[in-house]
Nanobody, 127 residues
């Protein structure tokens, strides 16, 4: 069974920070490009931070550049999303997804193959 599990969401005030975790079960994340997506009520799902399947470079959406950082702890088979200076517009359900390395992506955050999705973790930003 292949599974991704997100955690770390919660309630924070504007300007606060959260660190989200994406843990792999049944797959070794070192063999995959990892992407973080989010979806707010009434809005389409958007890519927040996405690794390239071909060269591993990391893309950040303009709305989060300079505030969010994605990084790995391979020993724990986990990928993190550090979120700082949170804004009201960052409130959403955040999902991680895994795509196998070695393929050319259709575009940034658009993968030929996605093998796993997490269940999502809710981030609420409120004063």
């Amino acid at each position: 069974q292949v599974q991704l599990v997100e955690s770390g969401g919660g309630l924070v005030q504007p300007g606060g920070s959260l660190k989200l975790s994406c843990a792999g079960s049944g797959l070794t994340l070192a063999s995959y490009a990892i992407a973080w997506f989010r979806q707010a009520p009434g809005k389409e799902r958007e890519g927040v931070s996405c690794e390239s399947s071909s060269d591993g470079s990391i893309y950040y959406a303009d709305s989060v550049k300079g505030r969010f950082t994605m990084f790995r702890d391979s020993a724990k088979n986990t990928v993190y999303l550090q979120m700082n200076s949170l804004k009201h517009e960052d409130a959403a359900v955040y999902y991680c997804a895994a795509a196998p390395l070695g393929y050319r992506d259709w575009d940034v955050c658009r993968y030929r193959y996605l093998e796993a999705w997490g269940q999502g973790t809710l981030v609420t930003v409120s004063s």
